[in-house]
């Protein structure tokens, strides 16, 4: 149906009983109907490859599935009031700038894509959500959550957000944070004492610089801080539910001894590619300790040979490959 500009109002709002609605290759049409009201059961609906440059969906209330992909001239979406919603794919949407998600109480997972111009975000009372994921949306500059009380994995990678969105730190029950490949240089001061809940928090490829481990991530165990531009470790020992560390690739040059605080629960580091020359010989009493990889440092050879010799009558497994 490539020809359509327009789908008639009177004549689909007469379907009131239709349950799946596909538009879906139609770069003419501009608007989707204004009886959409009338479909209370629809189930599924896609939109797909059309010209429509605003879509407002309210109160369907036996709605199922929707997906909102590849619309080039799409730029606003507001999703409200849809009881049964649980499964919603919006991507990628080139030219969309704005998306308000209301009032949606069965959907529990959400994955929002590719959308390279969308900059404002906002989830409002959604009480079931465990997990969202809004990735490579390179202009976003503003998230907000209001009422999502159940979240627990929250995916904000390849955004490139310069500054930590202070709305994440009202999600109390957030589990796991993934912000991978941003411009962020700081961390919130009250993230451990804001989220009691994390446990693991990636922010590789990055911007940090300096001392990660200030402030203190009581609760974190896992940490992934991979291709950053981290100098020191100072504080390491606070850090009392670590169990996995990966470091790589940053320009560290040195451990500190109070690692050793860790001893109980950390079970994995990974530091290749960063400048040390040495490591602490205490490390290879750390009990829970499994694998430390080292790979691509500043090791002298006879360091090297002296730390394989250290490490070998060790239960902790050093490696210097990677």
Do not use: W
Not at 124 to 145: C, G, H, M, Y
């Amino acid at each position: 149906m490539p020809s359509f500009n327009k789908i008639p109002d009177e004549s689909i709002g007469k379907l009131t009983k239709l349950n799946t609605l596909n538009l879906i290759d139609l770069p003419n049409l501009s608007n989707l109907p204004s009886t959409m009201i009338n479909f209370q059961l629809l189930r599924q609906l896609e939109i797909t490859k059309t010209n429509i440059t605003n879509i407002q969906l309210d109160t369907l209330t036996s709605l199922n599935s929707l997906k909102i992909t590849s619309n080039l001239m799409l730029q606003t979406v507001q999703i409200r009031n849809l009881p049964l919603l649980q499964s919603l794919a919006i991507s990628p949407n080139k030219k969309l700038i704005s998306l308000d998600i209301e009032n949606l109480p069965s959907i529990t997972t959400t994955a929002i894509a590719d959308n390279t111009q969308l900059q404002n975000v906002s989830f409002i009372n959604l009480p079931s959500i465990t997990t969202i994921s809004i990735i490579d949306s390179t202009q976003l500059q503003n998230v907000s959550f209001i009422n999502v009380p159940s979240i627990k994995n929250l995916d904000l990678s390849r955004c490139q957000l310069t500054i930590f969105p202070e709305s994440i730190l009202t999600l109390k029950s957030l589990v796991t944070l993934v912000m991978t490949s941003n411009q962020l240089s700081t961390i919130p001061l009250t993230l451990s004492s804001d989220l009691p809940n994390l446990q693991v928090l990636n922010l590789a490829n990055n911007k940090l610089q300096g001392n990660i481990f200030q402030p203190t991530l009581v609760y974190i165990r896992e940490l992934y801080l991979r291709n950053n531009s981290l100098t020191c470790m100072d504080g390491i020992g606070k850090h009392k539910s670590l169990q996995r560390l990966d470091l790589d690739s940053n320009q560290i040059s040195s451990i500190p001894l109070e690692i050793m605080k860790l001893s109980s629960t950390l079970k994995q580091i990974t530091m290749n590619n960063n400048l040390l020359n040495h490591i602490p010989y205490q490390m290879t009493n750390m009990g829970s300790l499994e694998s430390f990889s080292v790979g691509r440092n500043n090791f002298t050879s006879g360091e090297r040979e002296y730390l394989i010799k250290l490490f070998s009558s060790s239960p902790v497994k050093l490696y210097f490959s990677n």
